[in-house]
T-cell receptor, first 112, second 112 residues
Framework: GAVVSQHPSWVICKSGTSVKIECRSLDFQATTMFWYRQFPKQSLMLMATSNEGSKATYEQGVEKDKFLINHASLTLSTLTVTSAHPEDSSFYIC????????FGPGTRLTVL | GDSVTQMEGPVTLSEEAFLTINCTYTATGYPSLFWYVQYPGEGLQLLLKATKADDKGSNKGFEATYRKETTSFHLEKGSVQVSDSAVYFCALYGSNDYKLSFGAGTTVTVRA
C-alpha cells in the first residue's frame, strides 16, 4: 500500500530554537498533505492542509507564523516549528490522501 | 459541521473476550467512515473503512457496518488478543473534502 514517511521520528530541542519535520510520500504523488498534532492520550487535531505550489491552509487557532509549512514538491511537505517552547511539545503526524488517507509514523517533539 | 462521537475508554479486557467500541457521527451528505488503530509510540494505521450505507468493513478479525439509519459505525471483534492493545479512532471524511474528523479515541488493553 501507499507509504508516508516522516523524519525525524524523535527530536529534542532547546526552547527558542526551530525544528523542521519532513513528510514524504514514498510511492505516490500528493498535491495535498495534512499536518496533525496529538497531545498525550488525546485525539488528533488537524493543524493545516499543505498544498503543493500554493500556501497552506491553517485551521482556526493555529498560528501560521509559528508553524511554517512548505510543500516543496509533489512528494515532500515540511513543517517548521519556529521558536519552539515547551508547550509545543507534542506528537506531530502528517498524512496524504490517495483514495483514503495514509499516515506517517509521527514525530515526537520535546522542547526543553 | 461534521463530527464523530466515540465511546471513551479505557477499556480493559481479557484475551478471547468480545470487544465493541461504539461510534456515531454527524455529517451532511454521505460521508466515508473509517477506523484507525494506533499502537504505542506509532502513527495511525487504517484498520477498516466503509464508503456507503450498509457496507461492512473488515480486517484482522475486526468488523464495522455503516448504519445510516442510526448514523453509527461500531467496531467489533469476537475474540481479542493481547496484540490488539492499542488506541482506536473512529473517523469520517465529509462529502466535500479529504479532511478527516476524528473521534476522541478509545484505549483498549487486553490482558493475557
Amino acid at each position: 500500500g501507499a507509504v508516508v514517511s516522516q523524519h525525524p521520528s524523535w527530536v529534542i530541542c532547546k526552547s527558542g530554537t526551530s525544528v523542521k519535520i519532513e513528510c514524504r510520500s514514498l510511492d505516490f504523488q500528493a498535491t495535498t498533505m495534512f499536518w496533525y498534532r496529538q497531545f498525550p492520550k488525546q485525539s488528533l487535531m488537524l493543524m493545516a492542509t499543505s498544498n503543493e505550489g500554493s500556501k497552506a491552509t491553517y485551521e482556526q487557532g493555529v498560528e501560521k507564523d509559528k508553524f511554517l509549512i512548505n510543500h516543496a514538491s509533489l512528494t515532500l511537505s515540511t513543517l517548521t516549528v519556529t521558536s519552539a517552547h515547551p508547550e509545543d511539545s507534542s506528537f506531530y503526524i502528517c498524512s496524504a490522501p490517495i483514495g483514503t488517507q495514509y499516515f506517517g509514523p509521527g514525530t515526537r517533539l520535546t522542547v526543553l | 459541521g461534521d463530527s464523530v462521537t466515540q465511546m471513551e475508554g479505557p477499556v480493559t479486557l481479557s484475551e478471547e473476550a468480545f470487544l465493541t467500541i461504539n461510534c456515531t457521527y454527524t455529517a451532511t451528505g454521505y460521508p466515508s467512515l473509517f477506523w484507525y488503530v494506533q499502537y504505542p509510540g506509532e502513527g495511525l494505521q487504517l484498520l477498516l473503512k466503509a464508503t456507503k450505507a450498509d457496507d461492512k468493513g473488515s480486517n484482522k478479525g475486526f468488523e464495522a457496518t455503516y448504519r445510516k439509519e442510526t448514523t453509527s459505525f461500531h467496531l467489533e471483534k469476537g475474540s481479542v488478543q493481547v496484540s490488539d492493545s492499542a488506541v482506536y479512532f473512529c473517523a469520517l471524511y465529509g462529502s466535500n473534502d479529504y479532511k478527516l474528523s476524528f473521534g476522541a479515541g478509545t484505549t483498549v488493553t487486553v490482558r493475557a
